[in-house]
């Protein structure tokens, strides 16, 4: 039986500055999931646009979530 894990999503987008040129920036999501395919077909559904690169998926190591 898997165990599911918290999962930090590492996600690099490029888009357009005022000038012209392109730019990068990098943004990290905390994804509930089995696996690392998981947290990509997760994220998958969850962000609206096509042009965008996984580059790290790491496991965390979580205690408590406080809202």
Known sequence: MEENNYYRCTIKTSFEDRKGRIKYKKENYIVFA???????????????????????????????IIK
Not at 46 to 54: C, G, K, Q
């Open 34 to 64: 089995v696996s690392p395919t998981d947290v990509e077909v997760k994220m998958r559904k969850h962000i609206e646009m096509t042009d965008y690169d996984v580059v790290g998926i790491n496991v965390m190591s979580i205690v408590d």
